[in-house]
């Protein structure tokens, strides 16, 4: 396994724009200044030895080296001991609602980067939990299997958005069902929870988390949003707002948050339900109930020591840079004598 030990350096490499930037404009004054001093095949003759394509290579080098020594900087580990580990807890599916009612923002900045923020908030307090993920508009997708590696857990979190699935709608069924058949079967205690404006139009929720508790799987359910509702924003392809949703007689939709479907979707799984608003996300009512689920012993296998490989980054940057101070800006004057396109034209008197 391979992991960084600084990721926050990672974003020394916009720096790169800048010497980009730098290179450009270095050689947009140099062209102006040779075409001031005379004709371009004048000068040509005059500096036989200038290369158009060396100062490109050279630039190139830096570039890698820059890239390189950021990566160095970052510092690659890879795992060298796998050894099982046992812990105390629980296994917990989090089912997020991504569907475009989930951008209305009644709960700021909206309510599904709320419950991203709920989310994550939630994995900082877990102990020895494993958790996955599952995501559902239209239909349910799994985005993240079970796992105790909650570095994972957020990655995957921060690549949710409404347009990571095909089809729009709101499946809560489908997905209930979906995060209750990822479960493995060991006898660790499980539990689901679903965060959702609650607008179900696909399926029998209801029925699916009765079925999950039948499995010995509780339901909880987390309403983002509030009751009397906010309107559907739409983005263009650039990101910036161009109106809002409208109906077919063009009224303008607004979704509002279903709480009397979320507290019976609790009830059926014996869960409980929590509201979110601008003040709270609901969360901590919910983690003190999960909490008082009993936590069983789970065996994971977990790298313990990682092994830094910063230095082989370093060493080839280093390389690089001292073959861009080696490289001459001149022609080589032997790559002269091979010049296979020069016609000689002989002169008949």
Do not use: C
């Not at 036989?48 to 020594?69: G, H």
């Not at 689901?192 to 339901?219: S, W």
């Not at 949703?245 to 009397?260: A, C, F, H, Y």
């Amino acid at each position: 396994m391979i992991r960084f030990e600084h990721t926050e350096y990672f974003y020394l490499l916009l720096f790169l724009v800048v010497l980009a930037g730098i290179f450009w404009l270095y050689n947009s004054w140099k062209k102006k200044a040779v075409k001031r001093f005379g004709d371009e095949k004048l000068v040509d003759a005059l500096m036989p030895l200038r290369s158009r394509s060396k100062p490109y290579i050279k630039f190139f080098l830096v570039l890698l080296a820059f890239v390189l020594m950021v990566f160095g900087i970052v510092n690659p580990q890879v795992g060298s001991r796998l050894e099982k580990v046992k812990r105390e807890g629980i296994d917990l599916m989090l089912v997020l609602d991504v569907s475009n009612s989930m951008l209305a923002e009644d709960i700021k900045p909206n309510r599904l980067e709320r419950s991203k923020m709920a989310i994550s908030s939630l994995i900082d307090k877990l102990e020895g939990d494993r958790i996955g993920i599952i995501i559902f508009a239209g239909n349910a997708y799994k985005q993240l299997p079970l796992t105790t590696d909650y570095g994972a857990a957020k990655l995957f979190l921060d690549a949710v958005d409404t347009k990571i699935v095909p089809s729009q709608g709101t499946a809560i069924g489908e997905a209930i069902s979906m995060a209750a058949e990822s479960f493995d079967d060991s006898e660790h205690n499980k539990a689901i929870v679903v965060i959702t404006d609650g607008e179900n139009h696909e399926d029998d929720a209801i029925g699916a988390a009765t079925e999950a508790y039948k499995n010995g799987i509780k339901v909880f359910t987390i309403g983002m949003g509030l009751p009397e509702g906010a309107p559907i924003p739409l983005y263009n392809q650039y990101g910036n707002q161009v109106g809002f949703k409208k109906d077919r007689k063009g009224q303008t939709v607004i979704t509002k948050l279903n709480e009397d479907m979320l507290r019976q979707i609790a009830a059926a799984g014996s869960g409980s339900y929590a509201r979110a608003n601008n003040a709270s996300s609901g969360l901590r009512k919910i983690f003190d109930d999960i909490n008082e689920i009993e936590k069983k012993e789970i065996e994971t296998k977990q790298f313990t020591d990682y092994e830094d490989r910063f230095q082989y980054f370093l060493a080839v940057a280093v390389l690089f840079l001292l073959v861009e101070l080696l490289l001459s800006d001149k022609r080589s004057r032997w790559a002269g004598k091979f010049d296979f396109f020069k016609i000689e034209h002989d002169e008949k008197v």
